[in-house]
């Protein structure tokens, strides 16, 4: 196996990829994003719930009603064939895609953790790129949550993976990826987020401590999320560190964005490093 160092680790989050005021998919952002991927490049792509939502209203006119965990399973086992048909249709065709559906265990446990990590170093190098999704249609939330509870009683550093901006931190920091992209639906982290003004374009230091100090301070502007379950803009912060003391430069920024002029530093964003 090749010796390479991944890119980019990028993940986009599920409101940056429809339009919530008619129940459309985001064909805009998702194809523009597609376009850019290559091998090297590490997908953590959120969606398939949303996506599996609006292709069930379309379908039939209404939203599914009953449980709320069986609803969650019905829609995401529903989008993620639509996903990844969008992902195969505006990629470059000259590069294969791998879907890679991923739950706790195979980051808690070493041998399966190292499996996936060979996985994703083959395909960058025969010319694939990885797209990463947590496993919702067969995951069980009760059964997870027996399963974590039992993991930290030996270990108090436990991966969950439900939020796939944690999935994106362990993942990056799996390959060593030199940057991690969080796509959102604002261009970063702001003080107050009624005021584009306050966007907090870096937070840097000479030092890890520094850094961190200075994420725990940044995460007390953060409230609410856009969307029920999800844990916003804290938990892009809180999941960044991970990501940050692996030695990876993180990037939150809006997905409306060029990938290519995000990772130029051509856009308005939030960069989180240390200071070399």
Do not use: W
């Amino acid at each position: 196996m090749e010796n390479l160092n991944f890119d980019v680790v990028v993940k986009i989050g599920s409101m940056a990829m429809v339009r919530e005021t008619d129940n459309e998919i985001n064909y805009n952002i998702l194809s523009g994003l597609a376009k850019e991927l290559r091998p090297g490049y590490i997908l953590i792509s959120s969606g398939a719930m949303e996506i599996g939502r609006i292709d069930y209203i379309h379908r039939n006119g209404c939203e599914l009603r009953g449980n709320l965990e069986e609803i969650k399973t019905d829609y995401a086992a529903q989008g993620q064939a639509i996903l990844m048909s969008l992902y195969r249709q505006f990629t470059d065709p000259k590069y294969s895609l791998r879907q890679v559906l991923v739950e706790h265990p195979h980051f808690n446990d070493p041998e399966k953790a190292e499996h996936l990590r060979a996985l994703f170093y083959r395909a960058a190098n025969q010319n694939a790129i990885p797209i990463v999704n947590y496993n919702d249609p067969i995951s069980n939330e009760e059964t997870r949550r027996m399963e974590i509870s039992t993991l930290r009683e030996s270990n108090e550093s436990v991966v969950e993976c439900v939020d796939n901006d944690e999935t994106a931190a362990v993942v990056a920091r799996l390959v060593g990826a030199k940057k991690l992209v969080l796509l959102t639906s604002t261009d970063g982290i702001y003080r107050d987020v009624t005021d584009p003004s306050t966007l907090i374009e870096q937070i840097t230091g000479d030092t890890m401590e520094e850094v961190l100090a200075k994420i725990d301070e940044v995460i007390k502007y953060c409230h609410g999320a856009s969307r029920i379950g999800a844990n916003g803009a804290k938990a892009k912060l809180i999941y960044a560190k991970k990501a940050l003391e692996a030695g990876t430069f993180v990037i939150i920024a809006h997905a409306k964005n060029r990938l290519s002029n995000i990772l130029a530093g051509n856009v308005r964003c939030t960069m989180i490093k240390i200071n070399k």
